[in-house]
DNA sequence: CTATTTTTTTAGTTTTGTCTAAAATTATTT
DNA sequence: AAATAATTTTAGACAAAACTAAAAAAATAG
């Protein structure tokens, strides 16, 4: 496995992200999720297809090869080590240690990740609830739903919260929802989408439907 | 503390460590340190200079300033705190440390060095025995002194070997040598600057002057 | 105390990653 | 289907950090 640039990396993994939602992704997409200019994202692009990670024709949209993938995967796997890392034995909170790992997942040090991984006790979910890829890049399908799309009646774990500013962490401590509450959903109401849910045997109380598409469960 | 780039901080480190035995660092020294060349280190002295790290005259060499040096304090408690947990957690040997120390010495965040800190139960010194400053930058003035000015008949702890080669560590198992070893001198030989050293009770051996110019201790 | 050697600096390029402005292409309207 | 709007790409610049080759300054030798 070749060695990539910060720059080269975040532009892989915001890629795979994207893809995993929409298919193909475009230039403006990435560029606003990297907070750069489209023509930014071309220059890019060129590189990487170059590389061999990228499938991509001028106007066409682009998506990672295998190779792409699996380097993807690499540096997923490395983010979501260190969050777990920090976060269990550095003792961040589960909303700071997004931010840290940011930096720490382009140290590329196979031995170091792997010896890191061991020293956790091989974990299998980052502090948000989701997977973390083994050595091989191996990577257990989430089943990872969002609130939104529970059916009625079932039970959730929450898993991952993908805002993550103050004023939503405010309301969801004052609901008292964090991460691993388990949450069954009791109504919805089609007129502006809101839903009732309950947390063990408290009474239900209601949840907007912008609050619920920021909350994601797993449920079986 | 403002923030430098990779780059920045491997000059300033290393014009840390020259001063310390130089007092004044010159551009040769630094470009054989850093495997760079002069007219680059001109340049970066330059850059340095207007940030107010450095006192830089044209041909005159160079010094840090006391911000220099507080900066250079800081990268150097990153490398040896992250020295410390891989030897430590993670279980890698004390010859492969710093290799992997000099990439995660660069994440720069202060809430996640000083909680590592905490986590690692405040060590005061790194796996070669270095002293490991503290949140504030403040350091031991280290004891650390060469095997070869050794006083006849005094003790000392093994804390680091200058050369890392695979060579030197063969003859240092060899010789049943490691960091923590106790070392007393017993012989020194005009002839050859040989010297005949014990290991607790056992019997006195042979070490090359080579060899003992590596050899750094602890004594009282 | 000149002359030569060594060291250091300057000048001009290169590479990586970014940007702005303009051109090209694709998508959307009417 | 032509006109307009939006998206994407190209062209040209710039900053950081490196390099080579040449010039300038300092150190050393005869």
């Known amino acids: 496995m070749l060695n990539y640039s910060t720059s080269e990396e975040n532009y892989i993994k915001a890629i795979f992200h994207l893809q995993r939602q929409d298919g193909t992704v475009t230039t403006n997409e990435l560029a606003n999720e990297l907070k ?3 023509a930014s ?6 590189k990487l297809k170059v590389k061999k990670l990228l499938n991509y024709q001028p106007y ?23 969050e777990y890392f920090l976060a269990e034995k ?5 909303d700071e240690v997004h931010e840290v790992a940011e930096e720490l997942e382009h ?3 196979k031995k170091l990740i792997d010896k890191l991984d061991e020293f956790l006790g091989f974990p299998r979910t980052d502090p948000h609830g989701d997977p973390i890829p083994d050595a091989n890049g191996k990577i257990e399908i989430s089943k990872k739903i969002c609130l939104t799309a ?13 805002d993550q500013s103050s004023e939503i962490l405010e309301l969801l401590e004052h609901k008292k929802i964090a991460i691993g509450t388990k949450l069954e959903v009791k109504k919805k109401f089609e007129f502006d989408n809101s839903m009732e849910v309950k947390i063990g045997r408290q009474p239900a109380f ?6 619920a598409e920021n909350i994601f469960v797993l449920s079986n």
Not at 41 to 46: A, E, G, H, L, W
Not at 151 to 159: D, E, M, R, Y
Request: aromatic share 6%.
């Open 36 to 38: 750069t200019k489209p």
């Open 41 to 46: 994202v071309t220059d890019m692009m060129k």
């Open 60 to 82: 066409q949209g682009f998506r990672l090869t295998n190779e792409g993938n699996k380097v993807a995967l690499g540096i997923i796997r490395r983010h979501r080590l260190w």
């Open 90 to 94: 550095l003792k961040f909170s589960w």
């Open 107 to 109: 140290v590329s040090n």
């Open 150 to 162: 529970m059916a009625l009646n079932t039970i959730g774990v929450v898993s991952s919260v993908s």
């Open 206 to 211: 209601t949840i907007s439907n912008q609050l």
